[in-house]
């Protein structure tokens, strides 16, 4: 499951967000809790979108208020099959971005890896970022319709 967007640090300050907001209760989108409920058994986690995670966290980390995001990231694990990039999808890798290049859409290095393992690991990727992942030859959906 890889769930798109991208916001940069110098743009969004968590902390402050969260501060700001600290007597708003937070609740997540209930399409993709419906959709985690019925697909949750056959879930992977791609190790990119760990390391996505993790730098970003990074960037917010210094602030005492983010301190525990970080440890919630270390615990995916259990909760999660953990699927890494293989030789194999190393080389689908490089067909995908050969493919999105030709094609005039280039993707990300990330975008690239994660669609690569998702390819050889059954060809299905749940993702808001539809659009950035249609050339990569994969069963698409996206959790916040379902």
Do not use: H
């Not at 969260?18 to 997540?28: G, K, L």
């Not at 760990?50 to 980390?61: D, T």
């Not at 280039?106 to 060809?123: C, L």
């Amino acid at each position: 499951m890889r769930v798109a967007g991208r916001i940069e640090a110098s743009s969004f300050d968590l902390c402050r967000y969260q501060r700001r907001f600290r007597n708003v209760e937070m609740t997540p989108d209930e399409a993709v809790i419906a959709w985690l409920i019925r697909y949750g058994a056959e879930l992977a986690l791609p190790t990119v979108t760990i390391a996505e995670i993790a730098f970003r966290i990074q960037k917010i980390r210094p602030r005492s208020t983010c301190r525990t995001a970080g440890a919630r990231v270390g615990g995916l694990a259990p909760a999660f099959c953990i699927s890494g990039l293989t030789e194999e999808a190393a080389l689908v890798y490089g067909e995908i971005m050969g493919a999105a290049a030709r094609q005039g859409r280039g993707m990300s290095a990330p975008d690239g890896m994660i669609a690569a393992i998702a390819r050889v690991n059954g060809g299905r990727l749940a993702t808001r970022n539809l659009t950035d992942f249609e050339t990569a030859g994969l069963v698409l959906t996206s959790p916040w319709e379902f």
